[in-house]
Structure formats: C-alpha cells, structure tokens
C-alpha cells in the first residue's frame, strides 16, 4: 500500500479525486455528457465546453494563485476584467462591416498594458504603501467598473470584427484557441516560479515577510510584480471573454469571476494563509468549478441557484481544511488527529 | 469633559470626513441652483437609509478585524422574502417583520458560528453566505415581485415632517434608530468594550477574561440583522423585492465604512463616522446628478478615489506612530540574528 500512500500525499491528488468525482457523477446521470462530436471541423461536447469556459477563470486563477501564496488576496480581477474588455473594444470600434478603428495587435497589447498598470497600482499599494491586500485591491474593485464605463461611455459596444473573434470562438487541431493561451501562460508561469528561485522566493514572502527581507530576497519589489502578474492574467482573460461574446459590457463582464477564481485557487489546495502555492492545483480547481457549474445546469437548474451549490462547495472544502473541524469530526470516530 | 481644542488623534479621520461633506456641500450649493435645501440634505437620507444601516452592522465586524460579505445578498433575500410573504403567502405584515428579521439573524450568527469555531477566514465563510443568500433569492423567484399590501404602502408613502414642510420617511426613522442602537452600544455597554479590545489584540482580550469567541459571533449576527432590516427599509424606498438587489452593495458598504474612519485592520473606528461617510457617498451621487454631463459611474470611481485616499492617510498616521518602535524591534531583530 505503500504507492497509494505516496500517492494521496501529492498536493494534486484530491482536487483531481473530487475532479473525477465529479465526472462519474455525470458518467452516470447526465446523458450523452462525454459525448464528443466532430462539427464544422472541431470537436464539439460538454466536455470541450467546460475547458472552453473555464479558460478565463484559469488565467485568472494563475495570478491569484501567486498572490494568494504571498499571502495576499486580489478581489479587482473581475474589474479589471472589464476594463481590459472595455479598452480593447474601444479601441477596435463597433464598426457593422467588421473594420476595425486600429489594428487588432495593437488593441489587445493596449488592453493588457492597461491592466497590468492597474495590476502595478495595486502592487504598489501593497508593496509600497503598505495596505492590506484586500483593502488595496477593494479600491480598484469599486473604480474599476467604473472605469471600465466611462471608458465604454456605459453603452454596451458589440463588435463585428471577424479576425478577432479567434482568440475566444476560434479552433487550433479541433480544440479552442483560448486553452492553447491558458496553455501556454501555465507553462511559462511554470517554469518562471519552479525552474528558478522565484517560487521559493514568492512562498517565503508568505511565510514570514520580515525573515524573507533578512535573508536578502527584496520582498517589496516581489509583491509589486506578482500584483503586476496577476493584472497581466486578468488582461488576457478579459481579451478572452471579451472575444468570446464579442461585446464589452463594463458592468456585466467578469462579475463576480474574483470569487470564482479564488475558489478554484483554494479547491487547488494553495492555503489562503500563504506560503505555498500548487499552479496545476489551481487549474484543476477551475475545471472542477465550470464542471459543477456545468452539471448543474446540464439539471435544468436556473444558472443563479447554481450560486447555492457552489455556496456548499465553498463551505465544505473550507471545513475540510479547517483543524479544528477535522479533530471535531475525528473525536466522534473516538480518533486524535496529528497536527 | 475633554477639551474640544485638543484634537484625539483617533478622531481625525472623522473630522476629515465631516470636513469633506461640509466642503462638498458648500461647492454644490455655490454651483448649482436648488442644491442647498433642507429637503435635499433630508433626501440624502431617504436615498441611504439602507446604506446607513448596513453600515452600522458592518463597522462593528470591521472594528473586531472581521469582514461581512454577505450583507448585499442578505439585503436581497430580505426583500425577496419579504415581498414574497406579503404578496404569495397573503401574511400580516407585522409577522413578516420579524420573521424576515429572524432569518437575518439566523443566517449571520451561523457564518459567526463557523468563522469563530473552526478558525476560517471570514472573507471566505462570508464570501459563501454571499453565493448562498444570492441563490436562495432565485429559489423563491427569478421575477421581480411587486407589493401591493396596503400596510406596506402606506408605511412606504408615509412622510415625517421635521422643519417645515421637509419631510423624511419611515425608513429614515428606522435607519436612526439603528443607529443610535449602534452608538449607544459601542460607546456604553461591555459589549462594546469587548468589541474594540478584539479589534486592539484578540489574544489580550482573551486573556483578559473577555467573551470573545460569544461577541464575535454576536457581530456576525448583529451585522446579518442590520442587513435583513435594510432589506425591509429597501422594499419601503422600492416596494418590491428583486434577486438582483444590492449587487456590489457589499463593496459600497465597506467603502463607507473605510471613509467613515474605521480601520480595516480593527481596534479603531467608530458608528458615527460611518454615517459621515454613507453622507458622503450619497452626496456624491447628488452631485453627479446636479452636474449633469457625468454619467452615474463616476461615482463609483470617486469613492474608490476616496477609499484610497481615506486608506493612505491612515497608513501615514500609523506610520509616523509605529515609526519609532519599529526601529526598536528591527534593532532587536538584528542583534538577535546576529
């Protein structure tokens, strides 16, 4: 038994049992759900729509999960969402005949300069300033949205440009564009944190602030930029959604995706109290959040009572990773838990 | 009696937000005609009640170090079941009241219960009561439902007169009453105290002898309670109830909490700065509407403005305090490493 318990000690081993869990469910009661079809050239099924709807919430939950491991918290993403949505639609003009006012490139590279600004502001009122992560980024929160329609003029702009429409609709080898980006994002984040000394780095500053100061990592300038990262990934995802309904609407685009996000980073198995972090934790936390998201509706259920059961998720999983409540449940059992 | 010379550092803040609504009226008043008038300064009120009292409830959460946020689906659910009871159900309004106000109650002191037994973030067991509350609203209906009892509609259309011929509604009575509530409770009651020793350090008042872990699930508790009643003002000033209510209330919530002068980090903070900074909130959006080229989103962007500068201003003022001991145990720090 000795592989089984190495096995359930990998960080990765729950998130994906409750991941698989989930999908027996729906092996069993959710028909045709595995179901993979081949249309118009790409693969088409539930299964492809999960990853598809997921890829704004994973982009999301990479940055998060670098902030949460600092022992930090970043509620603007949703916002900046938006206002990454907003720029990019602003600049590219809902013209009907689909020409666009600049060149897509130069409108999305914009939109995500913009919000890794509003990813720098909130560094450097954590970093610099030295606010709490959840105040600091509370202000971009409220403004954000606000800005984001200001700068749509609080219209709702549609867009008719066909080229951009690849990044949130288009298909490489039968799979949507949006994962190859996710993809891609997930692996340089991989590499930049494990590969080198900055995971360390960032997990240390969770940890103990002070003693990372002391053994000479510059704790200021790693908080700045994992602010400034997590804007990068929140500018990319609005591009995605941006892209995917082809509409920037500042109010609605990215609500309440903070939250689900940082579900997704916790269910991952990253702590909220810092200093460790699981990168393929936290996109399987999201891919578990689209595919209970997804099952719900696959219910018939209306999408805002879906709000109860992720309600339940949240609550439990917390429980689950709560000391106390495992030595509750285990003194029923008559068992003492090792701390 | 303190001198009203000597300024108490920790009542800065209030006084800054006191000084920014007089200054912010006085630039209304000289810019646009019809500004100043007791009725529009009574108006503010009528428009935030419920603002003012989910902020009573929140600033007591706050100053113990905690965040509630739950309150803007709380809000929702309180005046989807309120509407519900009264129209679909056909009961009495006096036995809705209290029911909706129990399960208010209810639904706080179990977020209380869980965040203070098993060591949870508030942020997260709050954030679940947010989803929850949310969902449960589309549970009892997705539609808007409209009220139509005549008790409600007349407490709706009932007017106060005050001065004159300026009025104010029923829900402004409630909102003051609550918030009397609030400051008599922090100001002359155990509770109270118990509340700004958890904010000053939760540890000492534990071993001071106090009920923390009872008072801290009472908040939890008050503050979902603040939240039900501020349904029931919302269903006055709206007379219906909508699944969609209160979005982002949370944040706004919190924002006047910030501008009124309590610190999120706990210990600091007081129940009358909080309705300095709901005044504020809804004099910004007055001004907007005097103004009249802007639309309505700047208001969101001039209070994060404000958040922040409410924010920075108390970072200076705990810097130049902590300044000096800071340098102390940086010293002992270093002298122990080395």
């Known amino acids: ?339 | 009696m303190k001198s009203l010379i000597k300024i108490d550092p920790r009542n800065l803040p209030v006084l800054v937000t006191l000084g920014l609504l007089v200054v912010m009226w006085i630039v209304g008043s000289v810019s646009f005609i019809g500004f100043f008038s007791l009725q529009n300064f009574f108006n503010l009120f009528i428009d935030n009640a419920y603002l003012i009292i989910l902020g009573v409830g929140m600033t007591f959460v706050i100053i113990t170090g905690g965040i509630d946020l739950s309150v803007g689906s709380m809000l929702a659910f309180s005046t989807m079941l309120t509407s519900s009871l009264l129209e679909k159900s056909g009961w009495n309004p006096w036995a809705v009241v209290p029911v909706v106000l129990a399960s208010g109650l209810a639904v706080g002191l179990f977020m209380g219960y869980i965040i203070q037994t098993f060591e949870l973030p508030p942020f997260i067991i709050t954030l679940a009561g947010l989803y929850l509350m949310r969902g449960l609203c589309y549970v009892i209906s997705i539609d808007t439902i409209g009220i139509s009892n005549q008790a409600w509609q007349d407490a709706a259309h009932a007017q106060f007169n005050i001065i004159g011929n300026n009025f104010v509604s029923l829900g402004v009575l409630i909102a003051l009453a609550v918030v009397v509530v609030g400051i008599f409770i922090s100001r002359s009651t155990k509770v109270g105290r118990t509340v700004y020793a958890i904010g000053g350090n939760e540890q000492s008042a534990i071993l001071m002898g106090l009920p923390v872990a009872r008072t801290k699930i009472m908040l939890y508790g008050f503050s979902g309670f603040c939240a039900a009643l501020a349904g029931i003002v919302f269903t006055l000033y709206t007379l219906s109830g909508y699944a969609l209510n209160g979005q982002n209330m949370e944040m706004d919530t919190i924002s006047t909490v910030v501008i009124g002068g309590t610190l999120l980090t706990g210990g600091v903070g007081s129940v009358l700065g909080t309705i300095f900074g709901g005044l504020v909130y809804g004099t910004i959006q007055v001004l907007i509407v005097f103004q009249g080229t802007l639309n309505g989103w700047w208001t969101r962007i001039a209070i994060g403005f404000l958040v922040f500068l409410f924010c920075f201003m108390q970072r200076l003022f705990e810097a130049r305090k902590t300044k000096g001991k800071k340098e102390i145990k940086a010293a002992t720090v270093a002298a122990e490493a080395g």
């Open chain 1, 1 to 339: 038994m000795a592989w089984l318990k190495s096995l359930t000690q990998r960080r990765i081993f729950w998130p994906l049992v409750a991941l698989a869990v989930l999908m027996c469910f729906n092996l069993f009661f959710t028909p045709h759900f595995f179901r993979v079809e081949v249309k118009e050239g790409h693969l088409y099924g539930n299964v492809i729509d999960i990853i598809k709807n997921a890829a704004p919430f994973m982009l999301l939950a990479l940055g998060l999960t670098l902030v949460i491991a600092t022992k930090g918290i970043d509620i603007s993403v949703g916002s900046i969402v938006a206002i990454s949505a907003g720029v990019s639609a602003m600049l590219l003009g809902g013209d009907l005949g689909g020409v666009p006012k600049n060149p897509i490139a130069f409108a999305m590279i914009i939109a995500v300069l913009v919000s890794v600004l509003a990813g720098m502001w909130n560094g450097m009122l954590v970093s610099r300033i030295g606010m709490q992560p959840i105040i600091a980024t509370l202000i971009l929160s409220v403004a954000g949205r606000g800005i984001a329609m200001v700068a749509t003029n609080a219209m709702i702009v549609w867009l008719y440009i066909k080229p951009f429409a690849i990044w949130g609709q288009g298909y490489i080898f039968g799979l949507p564009v949006s994962i190859f980006v996710v993809a891609g994002m997930f692996i340089l984040t991989a590499l930049a944190t494990r590969r080198t000394a900055l995971g360390l780095f960032i997990e240390a500053v969770g940890i103990n602030p002070t003693a990372a100061r002391f053994a000479g990592i510059n704790a200021k300038n790693i908080l700045f930029w994992v602010y400034a990262f997590s804007g990068l990934c929140a500018g990319i995802s609005g591009l995605i959604v941006c892209s995917t309904v082809m509409s920037a609407d500042g109010n609605n685009a990215g609500l309440g995706y903070e939250l689900s996000a940082i579900l997704a980073v916790v269910l991952g198995g990253t702590s909220l109290n810092g200093g460790k972090f699981y990168l393929m934790g936290s996109m399987v936390g999201a891919l578990i959040v689209q595919t209970l998201t997804t099952t719900i509706y696959a219910f018939n259920v209306p999408p805002e009572i879906a709000k109860v059961v992720i309600a339940l998720v949240v609550l439990i999983v917390s429980l689950l990773q709560s000391f106390n409540f495992r030595s509750m449940v285990a003194g029923l059992f008559g068992k003492k838990v090792v701390a």
